[in-house]
């Protein structure tokens, strides 16, 4: 699937930023009433899910995606990760740095993530550049059916993004329910080229 990388919809009239804010209320709260035990049993499904659909199921050993820690009411990723090693692929995940920028380090394991700030667990060391991803994993808070992504508001993965391969698809992790929602757009935003979740890939359209 190659990646569309689309340019941001114009930008609505009224306050978009308002808008978004409300929209990530929204979200979060439905985050928040989800109990452990249903995160895990996401978790579970999603790497599941992922492993039977494209791209990530052509994926070869040696191969590289790149992804990220759910943490919160996130997704749980960590069970896709685990499986994604056992099969070979090289897993790479972010360290955020102090002015927001993004390097990457290999997944090794669970017992080797670090904690870092804001609640988040990073490789122990981050020295590749997003590039090398054939496949990459992106949190988000909702994606529309244009593909532009709810983020947290910081711009860390939109900028980051500039360093992906134009042949690397770009997929939201979310729970369904968070598929397919009217996202605000501005115009430094990044489209996305489908979502994963529990229920499989939702691939997105390109114009």
Avoid at 37 to 43: P, S
Avoid at 79 to 90: H, I, M, T, W
Wanted: charged share 25%.
């Amino acid at each position: 699937m190659p990646s569309t990388h689309r340019p941001p919809q114009p930008v609505p009239t009224g306050d978009v930023r308002e808008a978004k804010r409300a929209l990530r209320r929204a979200v979060l709260a439905r985050r928040s009433a989800r109990d452990e035990a249903a995160r895990a049993a996401h978790g579970a499904a999603l790497a599941e899910a992922a492993l039977r659909a494209e791209p990530l199921a052509s994926v070869p050993a040696g191969g590289c995606v790149a992804a990220y820690v759910g943490v919160d009411g996130e997704p749980r990723t960590l069970p896709l990760l685990d499986a994604l090693v056992a099969r070979g692929v090289e897993v790479l995940l972010p360290a955020l740095r102090p002015d927001w920028s993004m390097t990457w380090g290999r997944y090794v394991g669970r017992d080797a993530l670090v904690a870092a700030d804001r609640g988040l667990l990073e490789p122990p060391e981050a020295p590749h550049g997003l590039g090398r991803a054939d496949v990459v994993l992106l949190p988000g808070l909702a994606v529309g059916a244009d593909g532009m992504r709810l983020g947290r508001g910081g711009g860390a993965y939109d900028r980051a993004l500039a360093a992906a391969s134009p042949r690397a698809p770009l997929l939201v992790v979310l729970h369904p329910d968070e598929v397919g929602l009217a996202v605000p757009a501005e115009p430094h935003d990044r489209a996305v080229d489908g979502a994963l979740t529990a229920d499989g890939v939702v691939l997105l359209p390109s114009d």
